[in-house]
């Protein structure tokens, strides 16, 4: 004879929301939110044992990326900002 068929199975852990947002606004292009997301979604599911681990990490370096990217883009408008009056008076002298 077999053994019986359990009623029930047992559950499969959940994928961290916090980690599938993360990947969201990463993919996005935001550059605060997936990060902040990113790093609490990594310690819940350290916590608790929730899937996702690799969706927070994915959305922490795109979040970085986009960070980045902003820091760049501002510090080259501002050079263009700043350089181009200057640039302006050396020629007309």
Known sequence: ???????????????????????VLGLCGFGI????????ALGQIRRTGDRGATLAIVGLVLG???LAAT????????????GVPVFATWVSS
């Open 64 to 66: 970085y990326l986009a």
């Open 33 to 40: 939110l997936p990060v902040i997301f990113g790093h609490i």
């Open 71 to 82: 820091i760049i883009g501002v510090g080259l408008l501002i050079a263009v900002a700043v």
């Open 1 to 23: 004879m077999s053994a019986p068929v359990p009623a029930w199975a047992p559950a499969a852990p959940r994928t961290n929301g916090l980690a599938i947002a993360s990947l």
